[in-house]
């Protein structure tokens, strides 16, 4: 399972849900909301940007889910959550809510992928950035949703 706030899907989630089929037989995909994040695209915007991104992908099921990380794994019988990494910070985060899952479940396990250099210092907070701007965010995210992306933050902006 790949989890993820996904706000929104950016290359690097690309990479390491691609990355991660190579792993597994079924890669579920799971668009989550995160309590202490405020997203800019809804549940449903976020779940749509996903499976346009990994539309072709075999092996790939892209889910929402609102309720702990834990309750899903259980639900979907997974063998283990895909996180990537694309800093030391990012991998002390990961290590502290790996550490927590595994206390309220202890059968829980964490795979985490380095993600591509190329991809390491792009987030879904630079990309908002840019496109708020009217910046090109083509090599940002998937062409399938370069459209979406930036119309959607160009009409939020304007109501701001």
């Known amino acids: 399972m790949f ?3 996904f706000d929104p899907f950016s290359l690097g989630h690309l990479d390491i849900a691609k990355r991660a089929t190579k792993l597994c037989d079924r ?6 909301n995160n309590s202490v994040k ?7 915007e976020r779940k749509y ?3 346009k991104c990994l539309e072709g992908t075999p092996g790939i099921e892209v ?3 609102d309720s702990l990380l834990v309750d899903l794994f259980v639900k979907v019988d997974a063998a ?10 990012d991998f002390r985060n990961e290590a502290e809510m790996a550490a927590a899952n595994k206390l ?3 059968e829980y396990d964490v795979i985490l992928l380095p993600c591509s250099a190329d991809l390491a210092f792009t987030s879904s907070t630079i990309i908002k950035e840019v496109a708020f701007y009217g910046g090109n965010i083509s090599k940002m995210v998937a ?3 370069v459209d979406f992306v930036t119309a959607a933050i160009s009409e939020r902006s304007k109501r701001d």
């Not at 890669?27 to 989550?32: E, G, S």
């Not at 405020?38 to 449903?44: A, D, K, L, M, V």
Request: proline share 11%.
């Open 3 to 5: 989890p993820g706030s």
């Open 63 to 65: 889910i929402s889910h």
């Open 104 to 106: 309220l479940l202890p």
């Open 143 to 145: 062409p399938s949703i």
């Open 38 to 44: 405020h997203p800019t695209f809804t549940s449903q």
């Open 49 to 51: 940007m996903a499976e």
């Open 27 to 32: 890669l579920i995909v799971a668009v989550m």
């Open 80 to 89: 283990a959550v895909v996180r990537g990494l694309r800093s030391e910070s």
